[in-house]
């Protein structure tokens, strides 16, 4: 099980977006938000879970959300979210607030961080003006950097990079039938997001081919 352990894939990203960016990068910043969901609803009429929901950020100041008790470092933040102030926020909470509730280390891929800007800018009444300052192909090559190239590295990339780093998956070297194990064990035991039949087989297979035991 520890070995199980080591392989599940590590913490990207939170809040940011542009009402202009391409579909792509949308799809992008929701894949690599992924880990965002475990701790924050982003649907309208969400609730606290570990932290406040995010639905609506664009129209509410910073630290605003009645009934959530926000540390004393991001309340000294004023106004509205901006792409800046989220940027540097996904970059590293404990920085951009210190003492913050977050113990989420941050995104530090620019291009990630872009992506699930794009994103969470759709997660609004009318989706926000932040504005993204990286397009979907430099998302791509960024956002799957130390994987080796292939087809679905970018799904394997946001999938994995959501519990721990890339350079820990590619150290393994795991049958098929072990990858799928584990994909199973993190989404029934970890809190991952359910996976589609159609993601765990695509998963499995870029895994397995790359990063399987004939590969050691």
């Given at each position: 099980?520890?070995?199980?352990?080591?392989?599940?894939?590590?913490?990207?990203?939170l809040f940011s977006g542009a009402a202009s960016a391409s579909e792509d990068l949308v799809v992008a910043g929701e894949q690599k938000a992924r880990v965002c969901k475990a701790c924050h609803q982003f649907e309208p009429n969400g609730t606290v879970v570990v932290g406040p929901p995010l639905w609506g950020l664009a129209e509410r100041n910073i630290a605003s959300f009645e009934g959530y008790n926000y540390s004393v470092g991001i309340k000294q933040h004023q106004?509205?979210?901006?792409?800046?102030?989220?940027?540097?926020?996904?970059?590293?909470?404990?920085?951009f607030a210190p003492?913050?509730?977050?113990?989420y280390p941050g995104v530090s891929d620019p291009a990630a961080r872009a992506a699930i800007i794009a994103w969470l800018a759709t997660k609004n009444p009318v989706p926000a003006d932040w504005v993204a300052a990286f397009t979907a192909g430099e998302l791509r090559s960024?956002?799957?950097?130390?994987?080796?190239?292939?087809?679905?590295?970018?799904?394997?990339?946001?999938?994995?990079?959501?519990?721990?780093?890339l350079h820990l998956v590619t150290q393994q070297g795991l049958?098929?039938?072990?990858?799928?194990?584990?994909?199973?064990?993190?989404?029934?035991?970890?809190?991952m997001d359910e996976l589609s039949p159609e993601e765990h087989e695509a998963i499995i297979t870029y895994l397995s081919t790359y990063y399987g035991q004939k590969n050691r």
């Open positions: 099980m520890l070995r199980i352990a080591l392989i599940v894939f590590e913490i990207l990203y106004g509205k979210w901006t792409a800046e102030k989220l940027d540097a926020f996904l970059a590293s909470p404990a920085n003492g913050t509730n977050m113990v960024d956002g799957a950097a130390g994987l080796l190239p292939g087809e679905n590295v970018e799904l394997v990339a946001a999938v994995c990079s959501a519990c721990h780093s049958s098929r039938q072990r990858w799928s194990e584990t994909l199973e064990w993190m989404v029934e035991e970890q809190g």
